[in-house]
């Protein structure tokens, strides 16, 4: 049997409330640890693909104790993570690899401690910083393996025999993992593979059975959600109430500060106004996509707060109110402007959004009537060559966005099919 390696992180997108950094930790995983580990020749097992979600585990603590190496990604400083990384550090002296993206802060208690440094986007992680990182990883990984140095905190300080469960039941444990959709992680990807197929109603009853199997997973209920509103079946209406029902679980209309949760709440509620024309939809969309930029300041996000915000300033018949809502949707373009302007070319380069980057900021150059950076920006778009679809989507909401601000604004000057007047 090979060895094994537990990994304890985060699953999907995480956000870090300290920084307003959401990060995809699933890319963390793909692109950085679990290559690192199948190259030191371990069996890779993910703490979030133990099918088991009761509350005592075996499985996650019996792992915890007994795995021959641990790597604990601590980044957006995910509690589960940080706990589960207390356990193995009270019943393992050594083999303990603590990882974290580089922009972050340390824990008070863990900033003495050797932390292994990588750097993440937000959406994915560079092709050359996913190779250093392999790389330098699996080194870590063999060292580890080979040198049995103390590297928890408390066996340093503290002079004490660790526990111990046998042999056998260990490996009866090792053996239940193998078994078929043993890990949550087949569910998952299948779910995954059916939203790249546009099959939303088959991705979302995965997304589903996933978040039956673990239910304090957000990130499995967010992209129900998703799917189900995208599925528009049995009809668009029923879809997007629906989504916005399995959403209620995550405190929607409470204190919730999750960028995705409120995210995708506004799109839900942008387009429930747009089928039905109420305007309390309208209103709820400005709440969750405001409340969600500035939690994360994402410029998808905004740049759609800005769109709700003209919309309504549209719909407005008091003059004070009216302005209130262009000077608030001006203010965030503008936000979202100097955000993306000081992103290095080096690191736009490596992005996979980089297109979606200039699509945004040409998007919201024109709302604020600067034709010259929003011809050059759709120019740097449109040589990235994107696939109809994305040029369908880019040419789609920016007529929109004209027809809008040609409503609110007699001298705005893109109003006679989207040429200057």
């Known amino acids: 049997m090979k060895k094994i390696c537990f990994v304890i992180m985060g699953f999907g997108k995480k956000t870090d409330y300290e920084t307003g950094r959401t990060l995809d930790l699933d890319k963390t995983?793909?692109?950085?640890?679990?290559?690192?580990?199948e190259n030191a020749d371990y069996q890779c097992v993910r703490a979030d693909e133990i099918r088991d979600s009761k509350i005592i585990d075996k499985s996650m603590y019996a792992l915890l104790m007994k795995a021959d190496l641990v790597i604990a990604d601590i980044s957006t400083s995910n509690p589960n993570a940080?706990?589960?990384?207390?356990?193995?550090?009270?019943?393992?002296?050594?083999?303990t690899i603590i990882i974290q993206e580089k922009n972050e802060r340390i824990p008070f208690d863990l900033d003495h401690t050797r932390i292994f440094k990588y750097e993440h986007s937000g959406k994915d992680i560079g092709a050359t910083e996913a190779k250093r990182c392999q790389k330098h990883l699996t080194e870590l990984i063999k060292n580890a393996d080979k040198n049995n140095e103390v590297d928890s905190p408390f066996y340093e300080y503290i002079n004490v025999e660790p526990p111990n469960i046998s042999k056998e039941t260990y490996k009866a444990i090792i053996d239940d993992l193998a078994e078929e959709e043993r890990y949550i992680f087949a569910i998952v990807e299948k779910a995954k593979n059916e939203m790249s197929n546009n099959n939303f109603v088959e991705a979302e009853k995965q997304w589903s059975k996933a978040s039956k199997k673990l239910p304090n997973e957000a990130f499995f209920k967010q992209q129900q959600a998703l799917c189900k509103?995208?599925?528009?079946?049995?009809?668009?209406?029923?879809?997007?109430?629906d989504a916005l029902s399995i959403l209620s679980d995550l405190d929607l209309n409470g204190n919730t500060n999750d960028p995705e949760t409120l995210g995708i709440a506004g799109a839900i509620n942008k387009r429930l106004y747009?089928?039905?024309?109420?305007?309390?939809?309208?209103?709820?969309?400005?709440?969750?996509?405001?409340k969600g930029f500035k939690v994360r300041e994402d410029y998808y996000t905004g740049e759609n707060y800005a769109f709700c915000l003209n919309l309504k300033a549209s719909q407005e018949t008091e003059s004070s109110e009216k302005i209130y809502y262009q000077i608030e949707a001006e203010k965030t373009r503008k936000h979202i402007i100097e955000r993306l302007s000081n992103i290095e070319d080096e690191e736009l380069e490596s992005r996979e959004d980089e297109k979606w980057i200039y699509a945004t900021l040409s998007t919201c150059y024109m709302a604020l009537e600067n034709e010259s950076e929003s011809k050059k920006y759709e120019?740097?778009?449109?040589?990235l060559n994107p696939v109809p679809w994305e040029l369908k989507t880019f040419n789609e909401s920016r007529e929109k966005l004209k027809e809008l601000c040609c409503s609110i604004f007699k001298n705005y000057p893109y109003c006679h099919n989207g040429k200057k007047s």
């Not at 589960?84 to 083999?95: C, D, F, I, N, T």
């Not at 120019?379 to 040589?383: L, T």
């Open 29 to 37: 995983y793909k692109n950085i640890i679990q290559p690192a580990v």
């Open 82 to 95: 940080i706990y589960e990384l207390g356990v193995r550090h009270a019943v393992k002296p050594y083999s």
């Open 229 to 241: 509103y995208k599925s528009e079946k049995p009809s668009k209406k029923t879809a997007l109430t």
């Open 274 to 290: 747009e089928e039905t024309d109420d305007l309390s939809y309208l209103d709820r969309a400005i709440k969750y996509y405001g």
């Open 379 to 383: 120019k740097k778009f449109k040589e």
